[in-house]
């Protein structure tokens, strides 16, 4: 695992690179490296978990230089393969395979790697070209920014080190609160930031002095492990579907340092546990909770899971009080704000994990929009025949509902939105209207394609590697993902409930009473937690004050009261939300681009 960073037809200097490692530190603190060469760099910081005392980046083999970030966890079986061929190996870390596997394999070479991964290639065998790719479910993020008339490209792991590029200046999107407010996060390639990208899942890049050319792979393409469920009963489709799990969750337990697993106390991650506990004896488990009495604690249940297993339990809990100074910490290391209020919870979770001597941990993400765990899903799939379940569905994914984003937004910026368009990618909407398969099937392709990575799964690489953590993620594995799209929809939702292949084949694996518990969001209490006088409170008052508010440009002031006044005399999720995600965004222009912007110098080591 590492972050990487480089350039083509840029001329990056020393420095310059020195300054965007030193903002990657976090991410890989055991060593840092880079190559450079005319007009093309490639660096990487390493946070070493295979082969602790091999795995020196970048990796050069015949005019082939290769930085990578990530996990390959089929890098053994590849190895053989190459050897055969005729190649060696000075060590076994996983990412040593990839400069021949690029010689004889070409830009189709990822079609081969199972794992999670970006990776840039330099060739410089002819005319100088750099390739760079992600893995199928986006798990390792790319940022990039291209510049058509030079023929310049710059790229790293994280938002906050492509901006320490010299030659890249930070200008916020013109419309990138309302993309931001429609759906917590921008989605697809959008980020917040003006001409900058993030480079989209399952996709390959290759950067010439003539251009830059971006290919998407087919999903499913690289292991095909286990049976497709097609026509199987539900207690076949679990019991498959269990065995693939056990066979994924154990195989992401390899590792040349401890690993751990995070345990929320709900289904997803509570099976994960129990699959991990398995094969690890002495597994050690993390939940995290809030200092006081708070609505939705799920300790309990974290705890029970933990016994049932057997496992070292270690309870996380922070202080409300600490929330406002953890923010910022969060909205620097997102690079670009996430309106999820677990940011925090997420961020102080993995610090734990690495203070007690973690550098791997496995989770239960993505698993809700895999096999259908949402409650919107289900509204969606009961809604009458027709396209009118497509806007209650979008407005489910907001931050702000349309409703009230038009009660916030100032006539100039309004003007502006509706002359755009939808925010949302206009291909998110087609697959939802008309693309193929079932309304679920539609509904599942879209949140894995365009939610999943911007929302949750940079939020999870992100800050967990601000903490020098690997997240695994073993329901994002290729097989897995090809086996949750092949179920039908009656093992997904029915009106019986959600998930249900997955909570069958959790039956007689976690506490019967955390498989019947009520589903719950796993998230921050803020509607409890946003009350006058508290921390948050005074906060959100700060940063959203009328005279920010007006310099701003794009908010009214007197709407922003509003939901102040509505927050402190009905509590609400939406309102609560509304603050939350207002808040956040300007704290993140604060720092980005207003005097609280951090020195990019010093700011890697936070």
């Known amino acids: ?96 395979v990839l400069p021949a596997l690029y010689l004889v394999y070409g830009d189709r070479f990822t079609e ?66 309302d993309a931001y407010l429609s759906a917590k996060t921008p989605f697809g390639e959008q980020t917040m930031f003006d001409g900058i990208k993030v480079l989209p899942p399952a996709t390959t890049a290759v950067v010439t002095r003539a251009g830059l050319s971006l290919s998407s792979r087919p999903l499913g393409h690289t292991t095909q492990r286990g049976p497709a469920p097609t026509g199987r009963s539900l207690r076949a489709a679990a019991e498959e579907l269990r065995e693939l799990l056990r066979s994924e969750v154990h195989r992401l337990l390899v590792a040349d340092v401890p690993v751990a697993a995070v345990t929320s106390g709900g289904l997803d991650s509570s099976l994960v ?8 004896a002495d597994l050690h488990t993390f939940n995290i909770a809030y200092s006081g009495n708070w609505p939705s ?5 974290a705890v029970e899971v933990a016994r049932a297993t057997g496992t070292t339990h270690h309870q996380v809990e922070i202080d409300p009080t600490t929330f406002p100074d953890l923010l910022a910490d969060v909205v620097w290391h997102l690079g670009q704000p996430n309106a999820d209020p677990i940011t925090l919870s997420t961020f102080s979770l993995f610090r734990a994990v690495r203070d007690a001597g973690f550098k791997v941990a496995l989770t239960g993400d993505a698993a809700d929009e895999l096999f259908g765990g949402y409650s919107r899903m289900t509204e969606a799939v009961e809604a009458p025949v027709g396209l009118g379940w497509v806007p209650a569905y979008l ?19 309004a003007s502006a939105v509706r002359a755009h368009g939808p925010s949302l990618p206009q291909e998110l909407i087609d697959t939802l209207e008309n693309g193929s398969g079932t309304r679920l099937q539609r509904i599942c392709a879209a949140e894995q394609q365009y939610r999943l990575p911007a929302y949750h799964l940079r939020r999870v ?23 949750a799209a092949a179920l039908a929809d009656e093992h997904r939702i029915t009106p019986d409930g ?45 940063v959203l004050s009328e005279a920010a508010l007006r310099a701003d440009g794009r908010l009214r002031p007197e709407a922003v009261a509003q939901l102040f006044e509505q927050q402190a005399q009905r509590p609400s999720d939406a309102s609560s939300l509304a603050l939350w995600s207002l808040m956040t965004h300007q704290m993140w222009r604060q720092q980005f681009f207003g005097g ?11």
């Open 395 to 413: 407005d489910h994914l907001a931050a702000v509902p349309l409703a009230l984003r038009r009660k916030l937004y100032t006539d100039d910026f």
């Open 297 to 301: 604690d799920e300790r309990h249940y």
């Open 498 to 542: 959600v998930k249900r292949a997955l909570y069958a084949a959790a039956e007689g694996l976690i506490p019967a009473s955390v498989l019947n518990r009520p589903k719950q969001p796993f998230t921050l209490p803020i509607t409890a937690m946003l009350s006058p006088g508290s921390a948050l409170w005074n906060t959100a008052r700060d």
């Open 273 to 280: 546990t129990a699959l991990a506990a398995e094969a690890k």
């Open 112 to 177: 081969h790697l199972d794992g999670m991964y970006s990776v840039a290639v330099m060739d410089l065998r002819d005319e100088p070209r750099l390739v760079i790719a992600t893995d199928d479910s986006g798990m390792k993020p790319l940022y990039y920014s291209w510049d058509d008339q030079q023929a310049r490209l710059l790229f790293a792991s994280e938002l906050p080190a492509l901006l320490g590029f010299g030659g890249l200046t930070a200008r916020e999107a013109e419309l990138g609160l």
């Open 596 to 606: 609280a912007r951090r020195d990019v110098t010093t700011a890697g080591a936070r």
């Open 461 to 483: 690489d992100h800050l967990s590697m601000a903490s020098s953590v690997e997240v695994r993620l073993p329901f994002c594995q290729p097989s897995v993902v090809r086996y």
């Open 1 to 96: 695992m590492c972050r990487i960073y480089g350039s083509f037809n840029a001329h990056s200097s020393h420095q310059e690179l020195r300054t965007v490692a030193a903002l990657l530190h976090h991410g890989g603190p055991d060593a840092q490296s880079f190559a450079l060469d005319g007009g093309w760099a490639l660096g990487n910081n390493r946070l070493a978990i295979m082969d602790v005392e091999g795995g020196a980046q970048p990796y050069r083999l015949d005019g082939i230089t290769v930085v990578f970030n990530g996990e390959l966890y089929n890098h053994h079986e590849l190895r053989e393969t190459l050897r055969r061929r005729g190649f060696s190996f000075e060590d076994q870390c996983d990412g040593n």
